[in-house]
């Protein structure tokens, strides 16, 4: 049941960021690589400090207004769940994003919006207290205490000079990334830099 709902949740993610495209406004994409720094909240141990990764993607842009802009993109990302002298798990996810974008000033904008993703996958290094360490893959879905779905909320503001943009963000996952009892979910903070093609 939960599986089912999430992948509605991508379909009207899906919907909201290319229904646009029916409409005569100004369009163009643009290529997306960054830096990002992650952990889980709501664990108990509780999470370590944020801990780098990375993010590559494409985005697309739809004009509605001078002003207003729906800005799907598609992601390849990186999560992290560290725990200082315990456990360090690397996810990978296929994320994709669909924000409200609006221009604030000549070349500030903001964003927010909301994100699917799925987990494709994962590592664990587990530190033993004799201090030995054990790595083993992580396995996502019914059968394992990891949700392979993920939905979050995201918000960022960017800086444009012509074709590029440099952007500033952050996203939370809204619901639980881990089976009861746990009530782990993901957040991080990037810093991307984009280039725009159509522009």
Known sequence: MRMK?????????????????????QFFYGVHA????????????PATGLKPGF???????????????VEPIL??????????NLKDEK?????????????LGNNLYMRVGLYQGIAVSGKCTL??????????KLEFGKNSSHKIFDFGFCIGVSLQFRKMQIDFGGNSSII???????SV????LALSSIYLFGK
């Open 91 to 103: 996810i990978n996810y296929i994320q994709m994003p669909v924000n409200i974008r609006y221009k």
């Open 127 to 136: 530190t033993h207290y004799d201090g030995e360490k054990e790595d083993y």
């Open 34 to 45: 960054g830096l990002n720094l992650s952990n889980a909240w709501g664990h108990w141990p």
């Open 75 to 84: 992601l390849f990302t990186t999560q992290r769940k560290y725990i200082k």
């Open 5 to 25: 709902k999430a992948k509605q949740n991508f379909t009207v993610l899906l919907l909201c960021g290319f229904v646009v495209s029916n409409v005569q406004a």
């Open 55 to 69: 993010q590559i993607g494409a985005l697309a842009n739809y004009s509605l207004t001078e002003k207003l802009s």
């Open 185 to 188: 979910r993901y957040a991080s």
């Open 176 to 182: 639980v990334n881990e089976r009861p009892p746990s």
